[in-house]
């Protein structure tokens, strides 16, 4: 049921974003907040460890957040070597929940994550002004959702690993409409 609701919310933040030619910031969340946690409280009353810990791998990347049965799992946040961060939900050491990825270049992805892929509804916000708002598989884009260009045009409509597959429109940035039918990111129809 979640899920459902968060589709459609999804799809109502892409019309949002075609017809007032806008950002939609509906989905970012502050994925950034600190988890601040040094001590925890039980019922008791008495003060125990919590589960936060700081990890610094010897390739020179660094983790600090949760760990469950020595493994990555919880919030936390991992930094790698090579410049990009992730924030977010882990699950048995792999990005798994609601997440922040951000390259070095600038690129940055807000959504869902599962198994360590961009899965599920999502953000991606490219360093050139492009960003992509909708659903996910295997870290392309798949199903409905907005792309919206740096030069005014977006596209709206259905994706296939990563392409424009289906019906969509394109929406210029001077106002015109064009329906079209797109296979493997081509015009067919």
């Known amino acids: 049921m979640v899920m459902q609701i968060h589709k459609y919310l999804i799809i109502c933040c892409v019309v949002f974003v075609v017809i007032h030619r806008t950002e939609c910031k509906l989905f970012r969340k502050s994925t950034e907040d600190k988890d601040d946690r040094k001590l925890t409280t039980s ?103 907005l792309y919206k260009y740096a030069n005014g045009n977006s596209f709206v409509g259905t994706m296939k690993k990563g392409k424009k597959d289906g019906y969509g429109k394109m929406v210029y940035a001077d106002g015109k409409v064009k329906s079209t039918i797109w296979k493997n990111n081509k015009i067919v129809a």
């Open 43 to 145: 019922d008791k009353g008495d003060k125990q460890k919590s589960n936060i810990k700081h990890i610094n791998y010897d390739n020179g990347d660094h983790y600090e957040g949760e760990i469950k049965d020595g493994k990555l799992s919880g919030r936390g946040t991992f930094i790698y070597a090579d410049g990009r961060k992730y924030v977010g939900q882990f699950k048995n050491n792999k990005f798994d929940g609601d997440g922040k990825l951000i390259w070095k270049n600038g690129d940055m992805y807000d959504g869902d994550f599962k198994n360590g892929e961009r899965t599920g509804s999502g953000i991606y916000y490219f360093q050139g002004g492009d960003m992509y708002i909708g659903f996910f598989v295997d870290g392309k884009f798949d199903g409905y959702g």
